[in-house]
């Protein structure tokens, strides 16, 4: 059975890092896309960051580009997303999502939300001033 599970969230002071894991059982990440979601109360849910295990693909949303850095452990079978200088806009619920045999490519970005087929709870992110 796929399961994803995040963990890693807190509060931050802005200018502050956290990093965030997203766990797999199931299934290898060498085989998966896994992206990184997030959504802020009264918003839509958008795609932060994603990683191909097949190509190594990856890509960053505009506003995080520079200051997040996502990544793949295979042997822990676990994808990571480093955040650095976080802001107060970084603040919301994130969600690890997978699709299996992805690639990304850097320039187009990662699928909306409807193609990820499985979903972790999210983890809550809080960036306070």
């Known amino acids: 059975e796929v399961h994803i599970m995040e963990s890693g969230g807190g509060l931050v002071q802005a200018g502050g890092s956290l990093r965030l894991s997203c766990a797999a059982s199931?299934?290898?990440?060498?085989?998966?896309?896994i992206a990184w979601f997030r959504q802020a109360p009264r918003k839509e849910r958008e795609g932060v960051s994603c990683?191909?295990?097949?190509?190594?693909?990856?890509y960053y949303a505009d506003s995080v580009k520079g200051r997040f850095t996502i990544s793949s452990d295979n042997a822990k079978n676990t994808v990571y997303l480093q955040m650095n200088s976080l802001e107060l806009g970084d603040t919301a619920v994130y969600y690890c999502?997978?699709?299996?045999?992805?690639?990304?490519?850097?320039?187009?970005?990662?699928?909306?939300?409807?193609?990820?087929?499985?979903w972790g709870q999210g983890t809550q992110v809080t960036v306070s001033s």
């Open positions: 999502a997978a699709v299996p045999y992805l690639t990304i490519d850097s320039n187009s970005g990662c699928p909306n939300a409807y193609n990820w087929n499985y």
């Open positions: 199931g299934f290898t990440v060498d085989e998966y896309a």
């Open positions: 990683i191909s295990g097949i190509d190594g693909g990856t």
